[in-house]
């Protein structure tokens, strides 16, 4: 279970647009930055989002992102079969002594 | 360029020891936090504890504390996760990723993965 809830799946045709939420708390999304990751099939994870809703260099800025509160969202507007991938929000806790967690990921599916 | 590259592939029998490592090129390795994440088959990430190698601080996800050590070596910019004795439970893909900024911060450069396999 983990500490970060993610829709298990979200699907849209090609060119659409699709909305991913990450719902926490006030001990890790309510005071801390989100960022979001994409886990393309038998690779690594890559920085989609950072710092809420900057994107890294190279991201292209059919992605954003914000945080309302101890929810944030992910969007991604003009699908594209590449965009078939795993989705994961993550952020640092201050539970437990403090550590980063990570949602449970979202699988995108483009129709 | 920030580059982390990982060892290979491990498959190792339950009881045995093991050394993965995460060697990083193109910042300076002392001023970044590294993180392992764990990923096991068909699951999520895991994040699993971080070190500083600029000092060795090292801090730990409660559910891997004892579990696991995490280490560094800065004379050759060299992060490493090893078990003393592993689990068929341990099977999964092992990441390194730097967080930026600071410990809190995002993890911006990922290394490409270790998959360890333990099975009898």
């Known amino acids: 279970q983990s500490v970060l809830t993610q829709p298990p799946s979200v699907s849209a045709a090609p060119g659409q647009k699709v909305t991913i939420s990450c719902s926490g708390s006030?001990?890790?999304?309510?005071?801390?930055?989100v960022s979001w990751y994409q886990q393309l099939p038998g690779t690594a994870p890559k920085l989609l989002i950072y710092?809420?809703?900057k994107r890294p260099s190279g991201i292209p800025d059919r992605f954003s992102g914000s945080k309302s509160g101890t929810s944030a969202t992910l969007g991604i507007i003009g699908l594209q079969t590449g965009d078939e991938a795993d989705y994961y929000c993550g952020t640092w806790d201050s539970s437990l002594s403090g550590r980063w967690v990570f949602g449970g990921g979202t699988k995108l599916t483009v129709l | 360029e920030v580059q982390l590259v990982q060892s290979g592939a491990e498959v190792k029998k339950p009881g045995e020891s093991l050394k993965i490592s995460c060697k990083a090129s193109?910042?300076?390795?002392?001023?970044?936090?590294i993180a392992w994440v764990r990923q096991m088959p068909g699951k999520g990430l895991e994040w699993m504890g971080i070190?500083?190698?600029?000092?060795?601080?090292?801090r730990y996800s409660p559910s891997f504390q004892g579990q696991v050590t995490i280490s560094a070596d800065k004379s050759t910019s060299t992060a490493y996760l090893q078990w003393s004795g592993l689990k068929a439970s341990d099977t999964a893909i092992y990441y390194c990723?730097?967080?930026?900024?600071?410990?809190?911060?995002?993890?911006?450069?990922w290394g490409q993965g270790t998959l360890v396999t333990v099975s009898s």
């Open positions: 193109g910042y300076s390795f002392t001023s970044y936090w």
């Open positions: 990723a730097r967080h930026y900024y600071d410990s809190r911060g995002p993890c911006d450069f």
């Open positions: 710092d809420n809703d």
């Open positions: 006030s001990s890790n999304i309510g005071n801390n930055y």
């Open positions: 070190i500083y190698p600029g000092d060795s601080e090292t």
